[in-house]
């Protein structure tokens, strides 16, 4: 396993619809490695986590995308869940926070609906991912290349499919944050 030892590992997420495994599993993935997993999302308090369309449990948020500073932290990971980053993509803080991994180059791992907030950051233009099948032709139009594969790597972009997926995307994820 990888060391992420005295790394910072945002976790952006929005107020409720993040879909808890792929918020959970790359936590004590991060956590397990290491490193420090960081809540950020776009207020504080609390946010609701599901389990597909059932609620599931809370996190106490630890920053906000209006004052978070993405240069403190080493990595970001996206979580799905389809109302997660469909929110994202309307706060313009969160969609600078996303983008500012890119233009820093640093990694970046997303999964299953997670992408339309890379859409939305206008990142994915020539890179290679994977995402919920219902994305494709969104990331397409974005000028990304779809592969419906486990887990994609690009360069400092880590994108898998879904929650069976998470040990391959955990995996890449931890190589990626410890480079």
């Known amino acids: 396993m990888p060391d992420l030892t005295g790394k910072k590992i945002a ?3 929005a107020n409720e619809g993040i879909e808890q495994v792929e918020l959970t599993s790359p936590w ?3 956590k397990d490695a290491g490193g420090e997993p960081v809540l950020v999302s776009v ?3 609390k946010v609701q986590a599901f389990e597909h369309l059932d609620k599931g449990d809370t996190f106490d948020v630890d920053a906000t995308f209006d004052g978070a500073d993405p240069d403190v932290y080493d990595g970001l990971v996206l979580p799905g869940g389809v109302a997660n980053p469909d929110a994202l ?3 313009e803080d969160a969609v600078a926070f996303i983008k500012a991994f890119f233009d820093s180059d640093k990694p970046v791992a997303a999964i299953c609906h997670a992408p339309w907030s890379l859409v939305e950051a ?3 233009r020539g890179r290679t991912l994977t995402s919920w099948p ?3 032709t969104d990331l397409r139009n974005a000028g990304a290349t779809w592969k419906d594969e486990e887990v994609v790597v690009d360069g400092n972009l880590v994108t ?3 929650p069976d997926d ?7 994820a931890l190589a990626a944050f410890a480079d």
Do not use: C
């Not at 998470?166 to 890449?172: G, K, T, V």
């Open 134 to 136: 219902s994305l494709q």
């Open 43 to 45: 207020e504080a308090g």
């Open 11 to 13: 976790f952006a997420v």
């Open 166 to 172: 998470l040990p391959a995307f955990n995996e890449a």
């Open 28 to 30: 004590e993935a991060v």
């Open 160 to 162: 898998s499919r879904k």
């Open 89 to 91: 993509r309307l706060d």
């Open 122 to 124: 206008d990142v994915v």
